[in-house]
């Protein structure tokens, strides 16, 4: 079974928000988001917590993709421009590759590649 298929299977979570994987490299992972009324908050803008699914689920793609387990230890996320529908990209680039602590960043843009928002996270790597 390829990468994206087997790890599509397994995130029950963000398969049930909606995220689809598109691609897992090593250290590297893209998906997407495409954006439904159940996704908007209160005043119709992208939902917050939507927006951190897509880069989580994205984030744990690319920090597993090495073949051992790797959890969060820490994360960030900055909500640069807001958006009210179409489909939303998030790629992940691993930012150190040895040692037990894994550094990445996931961009989120739009259609039109503009960022949306910017996510750091750290990954405890279990050897």
Do not use: W
Request: glycine letters at 10%; one cysteine or more.
């Amino acid at each position: 079974m390829d990468r994206v298929k087997e790890f599509s299977e397994k995130d029950a979570f963000a398969r049930h928000c909606g995220v689809e994987m598109l691609d897992i490299g090593d250290g590297t992972a893209r998906g997407r988001l495409a954006v439904q009324p159940r996704h908007l908050n209160g005043v119709g803008i992208v939902h917050g917590a939507a927006l951190f699914t897509l880069a989580d689920a994205v984030f744990a793609a690319a920090s597993n993709s090495h073949g051992y387990v790797a959890v969060a230890i820490n994360v960030n996320i900055s909500y640069l421009k807001a958006t009210e529908a179409g489909v939303l990209y998030a790629s992940a680039v691993e930012n150190n590759e040895r040692g037990r602590i894994g550094s990445y960043t996931v961009t989120i843009t739009d259609e039109s590649e503009q960022t949306i928002a910017v996510f750091e996270g750290l990954a405890y790597r279990k050897f």
